[in-house]
């Protein structure tokens, strides 16, 4: 696990694209250009975390003190724990939050299995869907 670096941007946006491109009942808001920009920003301030298979980002997660930006797993990837490792270098800090959208059913599947909670629902996000606020603290761990 490592921090991401401006040359991994490229691999970091196919992740992100696999998902948020090809997924049907989110809408694309974002154009690849604010995508790329905005990412760049959070590598540049070490916000982002990934694990490599070959050399290349097969996961990553973004996040700012307590709160996730992104937690990302590429879907040729996905089912290797990857995910789980990310999250729990993330829960080392003892506490986080984050947002997920309300119909990611397999998202809030993982987050309740590695103890968050949901908290709140919303609709606040880029592409303007139902989603839902979910926390960890240590002490609230199963």
């Known amino acids: 696990m490592e921090h ?55 996961a990553f997660l973004a996040r700012h003190g307590a709160q996730v930006h992104a937690l990302y797993v590429h879907p040729a990837h996905q089912g290797r724990g990857y995910g789980q490792l990310l999250i729990e270098e993330a829960q080392a800090s003892g506490a986080l939050e984050l947002w997920t959208h309300a119909e990611n059913l397999p998202a809030r599947r993982f987050y309740g299995l590695a103890g968050f909670q949901e908290v709140e629902t919303g609709h606040a996000n880029d592409e303007g869907v139902a989603d839902v606020r979910l926390v960890w603290r240590k002490e609230t761990e199963r």
Not at 20 to 49: C, E, G, H, M, Y
């Open 4 to 58: 991401a670096a401006l040359w991994h941007l490229p691999g970091l946006l196919r992740i992100l694209w696999a998902l948020t491109r090809n997924t049907a009942w989110l809408p694309v808001r974002r154009s690849r250009w604010t995508d790329l920009r905005l990412w760049a920003r959070f590598i540049r301030a070490k916000q982002v975390r990934m694990l490599c298979e070959n050399a290349r980002p097969v």
